[in-house]
């Protein structure tokens, strides 16, 4: 190592770490492995672009104040849309925080948990909270349970 560089950490600084929404939206949901979700999440952290800024600071701020379904809810028909998603991928491609060959089992992921509307299966337009168990109830049966 030269003199002022720094060695690539292999683990996320512990503030990098995934917030709980985002580890059980990715392994709960998606169904992505935890190297997956971390992987995502540390790129994230790194990447200085609105779209990720945005999602960082959004995950953080819900996972110190959401008590109720409805502020979980919003976070997912929002910030954690499908389209959402997909940009937010994309702009860390262009960003050239991660290669594109490492982002396709996210996106494949993220797709298979689609509508036809491009909505979350089981959110379509105009949903309200569902009864079955979906993304919605199985968040927020995880957060009940860390309370």
């Not at 540390?42 to 110190?64: D, F, M, N, P």
């Not at 379509?124 to 309370?147: F, K």
Request: aromatic letters at 8%.
């Amino acid at each position: 190592m030269k003199g002022g560089e720094r060695m690539a950490r292999p683990w996320p600084h512990r503030e990098q770490a995934p917030p709980i929404l985002w580890r059980e939206f990715c392994q709960s949901w998606l169904g992505l492995s935890s190297h997956h979700t971390g992987r995502w999440w540390a790129a994230v952290c790194r990447s200085r672009w609105t779209r990720a800024v945005v999602v960082r600071g959004t995950l953080r701020g819900h996972e110190l104040v959401d008590t109720q379904l409805e502020q979980v809810w919003h976070l997912y028909r929002d910030i954690l849309a499908p389209r959402a998603l997909l940009g937010l991928i994309e702009d860390l491609v262009r960003e050239r925080i991660v290669a594109r060959r490492d982002t396709s089992t996210i996106a494949e992921a993220i797709l298979r948990q689609v509508d036809v509307h491009g909505q979350w299966k089981g959110t379509g337009e105009g949903a309200g909270p569902p009864s079955s168990t979906d993304i919605n109830a199985a968040i927020y049966a995880t957060l009940e349970g860390d309370g």
